[in-house]
C-alpha cells in the first residue's frame, strides 16, 4: 500500500517562494511517476506538474511553467514542487499523487494514489 504525506504549505506573500515535500511509502516509488495537483477553493482540482520515475522528463501547467520547479529523490523515496513567484491565484491545497507506471501522465484519473494535501495560501 502506498502511503504519501505532503509538507511545506503555508501563508506567503506574493513573489516570495514556497517549497513543498511529497514523501512515499513502499519500495515502487523510484519505479512510477509522480505528479502534483492543486483545488482552490470552490474550484476543480487541476494539474501542476507531473515528473518521470528517474526525473529525466518534467512536464508543467502553463499557469506554473516558469515558477514552479518539480524534482525528486528516490532514495528519499521524496518528491518536491519549488514554488516561487508566487501569485494570489496559486493559493490552494496540493496534492501529490502516484501514477501506476514510470511515465508522465497528467490526467487525474491516471493517479491511483495521494496524499491528504497541504495548503498554501498566497497573500497580495
Known amino acids: 500500500q502506498v502511503q504519501l504525506v505532503e509538507s511545506g504549505g503555508g501563508l506567503v506573500q506574493a513573489g516570495g517562494s514556497l517549497r513543498l515535500s511529497c514523501a512515499a511509502s513502499?519500495?515502487?516509488?523510484?519505479?512510477?511517476?509522480m505528479g502534483w495537483f492543486r483545488q482552490a477553493p470552490g474550484k476543480e482540482r487541476d494539474f501542476v506538474a507531473a515528473i518521470s520515475m528517474n526525473g529525466d522528463s518534467t512536464y508543467y501547467a502553463d499557469s506554473v511553467k516558469g515558477r514552479f520547479t518539480i524534482s525528486r529523490d528516490n532514495a528519499k523515496n521524496t518528491m518536491y514542487l519549488q514554488m516561487s513567484r508566487v501569485k494570489p491565484e496559486d493559493t490552494a491545497t496540493y496534492y501529490c499523487?502516484?501514477?501506476?507506471?514510470?511515465?508522465?501522465?497528467?490526467?487525474?484519473?491516471?493517479?491511483?494514489?495521494w496524499g491528504q494535501g497541504t495548503q498554501v495560501t498566497v497573500s497580495s
Open positions: 499523487a502516484q501514477h501506476r507506471g514510470p511515465a508522465i501522465v497528467v490526467a487525474e484519473m491516471e493517479y491511483p494514489y
Open positions: 513502499g519500495r515502487t516509488f523510484s519505479t512510477k511517476s
